[in-house]
Nanobody, 124 residues
Framework: QVQLVESGGGLVQAGGSLRLSCAAS????????MGWFRQAPGKEREFVAA????????YYSDSVKGRFTISRDNAKNTVYLQMNSLKPEDTAVYYC?????????????????WGQGTQVTVSS
């Protein structure tokens, strides 16, 4: 069993930065692909970024490409999301997720483990 706990959310002004962390407990974190998703009120959960087990390949949604950076430290069982140049439309609850067998890193239903989420609010 794997537990994921996000942290680092908060309130920031447009143009500011935040770094989200997702700490994993349990075995074999280093074998999982990890992803970040977000969900705004009244909207579906959407893909933000994903990273393969060794950090060798990273994927980003078009809406965050060039502003957000996903990374991981397998020695610390942690995945990060550095968010720069934040916009009000980035406001959402952000979730990290783990996928044990990589099939589709962009689809929420393909992930096996989820954190509880952390709120990010960007004011204009």
């Amino acid at each position: 069993q794997v537990q994921l706990v996000e942290s680092g959310g908060g309130l920031v002004q447009a143009g500011g930065s935040l770094r989200l962390s997702c700490a994993a407990s349990g075995r074999a974190f280093g074998n999982y692909a990890m992803g970040w998703f977000r969900q705004a009120p009244g909207k579906e959960r959407e893909f933000v970024a994903a990273i393969t087990w060794n950090g060798g390949i990273k994927y980003y949604s078009d809406s965050v490409k060039g502003r957000f950076t996903i990374s991981r430290d397998n020695a610390k069982n942690t995945v990060y999301l550095q968010m720069n140049s934040l916009k009000p439309e980035d406001t959402a609850v952000y979730y990290c997720a783990g996928q044990t067998v990589v099939t589709d890193l962009g689809t929420p239903s393909k992930y096996d483990y989820w954190g509880q989420g952390t709120q990010v609010t960007v004011s204009s």
